[in-house]
């Protein structure tokens, strides 16, 4: 399965074969990878250099590394997770304002709003349906249901994506949405007249993508984008910096 490894990039070359058989299929999800003794021969290097490439392919989400009788280097099945909890960190540390995300979301969930006018069947206008009407009795039912509703319109948007059937689509915005309440958290209210704003939202692209219109789709969550950005940056404004360095919300 693997070739000894080139002697220039040893560490990087080790972590390529493996992650490349993983990729490829030739090692499936579940299956171990050969013992410490036999990647060691296959690749020809020590049980230093060895060890610290499956460390970075744990580190990747790759392979699962379990001790003791039975142990060994597991494959694990491929998802979102790792992705999502980069760019988690990446959101934490700063690195992203909510003006990216509002850049990011209005070009690519108009796209996708689009995409899913043109490509619904009638199952998946039952489906938005049964999530607005999830969201209205979120509404009727008042605040206490914020969090709630919250999580519907996130439902809401992964439908619009798994409507596309593109997975890309899918697996960048899981990663977003999976994230982006942690502005939500801290910079929109969502008291009752945002919650009924976001509520007749969901309601026209519902009906955009029902009748296949493509331009309105779009340019709804284009506009919802980028007006529920305008609501959190103006709270977002509200914090002022204290003299001793400290962050305070008026």
């Known amino acids: 399965m693997f070739k000894v490894a080139k002697q220039t990039k040893v560490f990087q070359n080790v972590v390529e074969q493996i992650q490349e058989a993983i990729l490829d299929g030739r090692l499936k999800a579940g299956e171990s990878l050969p013992s410490e003794r036999g990647l060691k021969e296959m690749f020809g290097v020590?049980?230093?250099?060895?060890?610290?490439?499956?460390?970075?392919?744990?580190?990747?989400?790759?392979?699962?590394?379990?001790?003791g009788v039975g142990g060994g280097s597991i494959v694990k099945p491929l998802?979102?997770?790792?992705?999502?909890?980069?760019?988690?960190?990446?959101?934490?540390?700063r690195g992203v304002s909510l003006a990216h995300l509002a850049q990011f979301r209005e070009d690519v969930e108009g796209v996708v709003a689009a995409r899913a006018a043109g490509q619904r069947n009638h199952g998946h206008i039952q489906d938005l349906k049964q999530l607005l009407r999830q969201a209205r009795k979120c509404v009727d039912g008042g605040v206490q249901h914020r969090q709630e509703f919250i999580q519907l319109d996130k439902q809401f948007h992964m439908k619009l994506a798994e409507i596309t059937a593109n997975p890309i689509f899918i697996f960048v915005l899981?990663?977003?949405?999976?994230?982006?309440?942690?502005?939500?958290?801290?910079?929109?209210?969502?008291?009752?007249?945002?919650?009924?704003?976001n509520y007749r939202f969901l309601k026209a692209v519902v009906s955009a993508i029902e009748t296949g219109d493509q331009t309105a789709a779009r340019q709804l969550v284009q506009a919802h984008v980028r007006k529920f950005n305008q609501y959190m940056e103006q709270r977002q404004r509200t914090e002022t910096v204290s003299p001793q360095g400290d962050i305070e919300t008026s």
């Open 46 to 67: 020590s049980r230093g250099t060895l060890r610290e490439a499956l460390r970075v392919l744990e580190q990747k989400g790759l392979i699962e590394i379990r001790l």
């Open 79 to 93: 998802n979102t997770d790792s992705v999502t909890e980069s760019l988690g960190l990446l959101i934490r540390s």
């Open 174 to 197: 899981h990663s977003i949405h999976e994230n982006i309440h942690r502005y939500y958290d801290r910079f929109l209210s969502m008291e009752t007249p945002e919650l009924e704003e």
